[in-house]
């Protein structure tokens, strides 16, 4: 093991990033530190120990480190829903935490300092809560353990998947840390409570529970299914019954009078970096050009946001589960999750994304479009909003994080695309029932 080396969460490195979004307050107070490979301290006193994987230098999730039975819980569970590189690892090191061995080279361990005059340890109960037991707490009595996402994207949240001392798993919690994630969280909180599990043709995890840490919210939602399998190569991908199960058509009205589009028009109009001219006449020329053709479309209830495959996975007797609910928005033009689905498959399997992947996820989207019964000449319309979405999500985040460096397109590809949609539009034929007013119904 290396030397003692306490985690300010001022610093560059995951770790810090991991500890501005869950322990920055208790770390500010001085009564909470972070501390990887800790060393023998009278001063301190472990409230929270985790093995540091897959390594100190590209750490990417802290799995619970004590009680065997739970670290290897914490490497063996839903192993249907990674990659079989990932799990033949995680094999390895299961085996090791049941033979009580070390499975990283590194450990970190969340400290609480001891009083000068205490004689021994505190009792865990007499530790003031941290997010972890506020989150157990939220659950019930029962002490839990958990393992911990690190999350690196424009889009990072703590995420904390829950054991209970049985081993198995016990819910999973996202928290917000800044005003960009209490949106999203608050947004899931209520859609799992609207949805209440789902329906028969999709699965929705259950509301678990939900709170307030350090002034921010969080969520618990109950653990899938232990078998689910994720949707990829051989797993069948949604069919448009499933898709639309819960983001059903519910009305027909015109595109530019959707509650999703006005409120996608009004976050582009905030956007403000004055060195982007040639992305935001783009997108302006589409939403233009959207409300002059103000196509009659069906209408969703909602839409999920980001139906892709790391967040979906279906159980051996095909029962579809969908999860991660944050970006649902309502009253959304029919078709634009498949159009997220097909670009993201497309994206995965490329490591990337060209413009050719464009025009195939077009032809992939089509059977939902049917499904539907959005009308063909609708079809560039509905793909001129999602092209509006994929712009209008990276250029935020980019704002927000001051860099375009982790965007999955680059400004000028997005500007390309939205000026190829934008002539794609003015080409195409008129909608037929267009001309109604920009207004929900």
């Not at 770390?27 to 985790?50: L, Q, T």
């Amino acid at each position: 093991m290396k030397d003692e080396h306490v985690v300010s969460g001022a610093g560059g490195s995951p770790l810090d990033s991991l500890v501005e979004q869950l322990w920055r307050a208790p770390v500010a107070s001085g009564d909470v530190r972070v501390v990887v490979n800790p060393g023998p301290s009278g001063a301190w006193r472990d409230v929270e120990r985790y093995w540091v994987l897959p390594s100190l230098a590209r750490p990417r999730l802290l799995i619970p480190r004590g009680e065997p039975a739970v670290t290897t819980a914490a490497l063996r569970s839903y192993r249907r829903l990674r990659p079989w590189k990932v799990n033949a690892a995680r094999l390895g090191l299961s085996v090791a935490a049941a033979c009580r061995l070390p499975v990283s080279t590194a450990k970190l361990s969340v400290q609480r300092r001891t009083p000068p005059d205490a004689v021994a340890a505190l009792p865990l109960d007499a530790v003031p809560a941290l997010p972890l037991a506020a989150v157990a707490d939220t659950l019930g009595p029962e002490q839990l353990a958990t393992a911990i996402g690190i999350r690196l994207g424009d889009n990072r949240k703590p995420t904390l998947q829950l054991f209970d001392r049985a081993s198995r798993p016990a819910g999973y919690a996202k928290l917000a840390w800044n005003a960009s994630s209490r949106g999203c969280i608050q947004n899931e909180r209520d859609v799992l409570a609207d949805l209440a599990g789902g329906s028969a043709h999709m699965r929705v995890p259950m509301l678990a529970g939900s709170g307030e840490w350090d002034g921010y919210p969080y969520l618990i939602s109950m653990p899938l299914p232990a078998d689910v399998e994720a949707v990829r190569g051989r797993v069948a991908r949604p069919t448009p019954e499933e898709l639309y199960s819960l983001c059903g058509v519910y009305r027909h009205g015109a595109l530019a009078g959707t509650g999703h589009f006005m409120a996608l028009a009004c976050r582009l109009g905030g956007l403000v970096d004055i060195t982007m001219v040639d992305l935001a006449g783009a997108a302006r020329a589409v939403e233009r050009l959207l409300r002059e053709r103000n196509a009659v479309v069906p209408v969703a209830v909602r839409w999920h946001g980001d139906m892709v495959p790391w967040n979906m996975a279906r159980e051996p007797s095909g029962t579809l589960w969908c999860w991660d609910w944050e970006s649902s928005e309502p009253d959304a033009v029919a078709g634009l999750d498949a159009w997220h689905w097909a670009v993201s498959v497309r994206r995965e399997r490329r490591g990337s994304f060209a413009a050719q992947d464009w025009a195939a996820a077009a032809g992939d989207v089509r059977p939902y479009l049917e499904a539907a019964a959005v009308p063909r000449d609708a079809w560039p319309d509905v793909a001129a909003v999602y092209a509006l979405v994929v712009a209008e999500r990276a250029w935020t985040l980019a704002e927000a994080h001051g860099s375009w460096a982790s965007s999955w397109l680059s400004p000028s590809d997005l500007a390309g695309l939205l000026t190829r949609i934008a002539g794609e539009l003015a080409a195409a034929p008129r909608p037929r029932a267009s001309g109604l007013a920009a207004r929900p119904d």
